[in-house]
C-alpha cells in the first residue's frame, strides 16, 4: 500500500548536466555552443557540398550526406535542454518533452548505426567489385538502404515512449543528464518495468550489435580482397578509402558501448562519469564525422575550396 501512495505521474524531470564539477557552467556553456555550431555547420556544408557538386554525387557521398542529416537531427534533439542547462542554469525538462527528446535521440542514433553499416557495404562493393560498383549501388539501391535506415530507427523506437508513459514513478524525478535518454529514465519508473528492460536490450542488441557484427563481417571481407591486390600500393590505397569510416565507428560505437555497459553497473560508476560519457556519445560523433571527412577525403576538399571560391568572387 505505501508503494501505491509514493508513485506518481510526474509533470517534469530534472536534468542534472555536471553537477559534479565546480565551476563547469562557466566553461562547458561557451565550449558546448561552439560544439554545437561547429556541429550544425559540418554537417550543413557536407548536405549542400553533395547536392550542388557533381564530383561528390556519387553512392558513398549520399550516405555520407544521409549519416550528416541524422547526426542534425540527434543534435538538435538535444540542443534547447542541454543549453538551458550550461548556459541558463534551468533544469527542469516537462515529462511530455523528455519522451519526445528521446524519441528523437535513440531514432537518430539508431538511423546513423544503419547508415554506418550501409557505408560499410559500400566500401566493400567499391574495393572488391570496383567495375560494377556503379551498377550494384545505383541510386533506386542507395535511397532504399537510406529509406529502410529512416524506418527502422522510426519503427524500433516509437515504442519507448509508449512504455515510459503507461508506467507510475516513484523514485524521484533526477536525471543523470542533461537531456533524457531511455535507460536513465527508466529507472526512475516502479512498477513492470521489465517489459522496458526487456525491450532496451533487444534494441541494444538487434540495433546497434547487428549492425556492428556486419560492420566487422563487412571489414573482414574487405581486408580479404584487400590481400588479392597485387601492389602494395594498391593495397594501402583501397584501405586509406576505408580510414575515416573506420574512424567513425570507433568514435560511434566506443561511447556508446561504455555508456551501456554503465547502465547495467550503475551502482559502482560515478555519477560524473556517467554525465562525461553521456556527452561524449552524444556530442562528438556528430562533430567530427564532417571534419574527419573533410580532413581525410580529398574530393570534399576540392569541392569545399571551389564552394568557397565562388562564394568569394
Given amino acids: 500500500m505505501s508503494e501505491f501512495n509514493t508513485t506518481f505521474q510526474p509533470s517534469l524531470f530534472i536534468l542534472t548536466g555536471l553537477r559534479g564539477l565546480m565551476g563547469a557552467r562557466m566553461w562547458l ?20 557540398l553533395v547536392r550542388t557538386e557533381r564530383s561528390l554525387q556519387e553512392p558513398q557521398y549520399y550516405f555520407l550526406s544521409m549519416l550528416a542529416g541524422a547526426d542534425i537531427v540527434l543534435s538538435f534533439s538535444t540542443l534547447f535542454s542541454v543549453l538551458k542547462v550550461f548556459i541558463f542554469d534551468l533544469y527542469e525538462i516537462a515529462f511530455d518533452s523528455c519522451l519526445a ?24 562493393v567499391a574495393i572488391s567489385q570496383p567495375l560494377q560498383y556503379t551498377t550494384i549501388l545505383t541510386n ?42 531511455h535507460p536513465n529514465v527508466m529507472k526512475l519508473a516502479c512498477g513492470q518495468v521489465k517489459i522496458n528492460i526487456f525491450y532496451g536490450l533487444v534494441l541494444v542488441i538487434f540495433s546497434f550489435g547487428v549492425d556492428f557484427l556486419l560492420i566487422a563481417i563487412s571489414y573482414a571481407l574487405i581486408f580479404q580482397a584487400v590481400m588479392g591486390i597485387a601492389s602494395r600500393e594498391g593495397q594501402m590505397k583501397a584501405l586509406n578509402t576505408c580510414l575515416s569510416h573506420i574512424f567513425i565507428v570507433f568514435i560511434y560505437y566506443g561511447p556508446l558501448l561504455a555508456i551501456t555497459v554503465m547502465h547495467r553497473i550503475s551502482h559502482r560508476s560515478s555519477p560524473i562519469a556517467h554525465a562525461v560519457l553521456g556527452n561524449i556519445y552524444l556530442f562528438m560523433p556528430p562533430m567530427l564525422n564532417p571534419i574527419v571527412y573533410s580532413l581525410k577525403t580529398k574530393q570534399i576538399r576540392s569541392a569545399l575550396r571551389k564552394s568557397l571560391k565562388i562564394q568569394t568572387r
Avoid at 527528446?101 to 566493400?124: E, P, Y
Avoid at 522510426?154 to 535518454?181: E, N
Wanted: hydrophobic share 50%; proline share 5%; aromatic share 12%.
Fill in 29 to 48: 556553456g561557451p565550449l558546448l555552443s561552439l560544439m554545437y555550431i561547429t556541429t550544425m555547420a559540418g554537417n550543413c556544408t557536407v548536405i549542400y
Fill in 101 to 124: 527528446q528521446l524519441f528523437f535521440i535513440h531514432a537518430s542514433s539508431s538511423m546513423g548505426s544503419g547508415i554506418l553499416l550501409a557505408m560499410a557495404f559500400d566500401r566493400f
Fill in 140 to 181: 533506386s539501391r542507395v535511397t532504399k538502404m537510406g529509406l529502410a535506415a529512416f524506418l527502422r530507427g522510426v519503427a524500433l523506437m516509437t515504442p519507448l515512449p509508449i512504455l515510459l508513459k503507461r508506467l507510475p514513478f516513484c523514485k524521484g524525478q533526477m536525471l543523470s543528464y542533461s537531456y533524457c535518454i
